[in-house]
């Protein structure tokens, strides 16, 4: 018998952007708590417990961005795919080379025949939020002393988006201005 705890709803996946708002609102509730949990004044003796505080809050802010990254991906790619269905187009994105939000854009630029500039601010700030998404996934926050990530480390200096502690930290604000950017590629993506 199901526990009214694990009784759980899931949205068709041309629908999953609404996922963003039950992840935002995951990522609030999460911060709120965490915020509540620091002392109102750091000091020697609550050092520690305040830098496993925010560890823990920055893990979890890592993670919210990276599942909301997945997520517009995997809208885009469903929008491109429910076009495609609806033109009765035979090519399908996943015969394209490239991956992820690139094989959206450039099938529904070459293929779908849309005109979506990505030369636009909101869609270089999302490919450059690819970049820390990447690194996230396959080398974690920190930067090796390597050129590749010391040129990565000044380029994500300049971001809005994120914070460099040296390693890759979000507040929440930052995850809703993501979520707002996510918000003006979609409307761009379908118009």
Not at 63 to 85: G, H, K, P, T
Not at 130 to 155: I, P, T
């Amino acid at each position: 018998m199901l526990r009214p705890e694990d009784i759980t709803f899931s949205v068709p996946r041309f629908l999953s952007f609404i996922d963003l708002a039950y992840l935002w609102e995951a990522a609030k509730a999460a911060d709120d708590h965490f915020a509540s949990k620091l002392p109102a004044t750091p000091n020697a003796e609550n050092r520690n417990s305040t830098g496993n505080i925010n560890a823990t809050r920055q893990s979890l802010l890592r993670a919210v961005f990276i599942a909301s990254y997945a997520i517009l991906e995997q809208n885009l790619d469903e929008l491109v795919n429910m076009e495609r269905a609806k033109n009765n187009v035979s090519l399908s994105p996943s015969e394209l080379k490239d991956r992820g939000i690139a094989r959206s854009l450039t099938y529904a630029n070459k293929v779908l025949g849309k005109r979506i500039d990505i030369s636009l601010t909101h869609w270089k700030d999302l490919l450059s939020l690819q970049e820390v998404r990447n690194h996230l996934v396959h080398y974690g926050q920190d930067f090796a002393d390597s050129e590749n990530h010391n040129n990565r480390f000044e380029k994500f200096t300049k971001s809005d988006y994120v914070t460099l502690r040296p390693v890759i930290c979000f507040t929440i604000d930052q995850i809703e201005n993501i979520f707002s950017l996510y918000m003006e590629c979609v409307n761009d993506f379908i118009k």
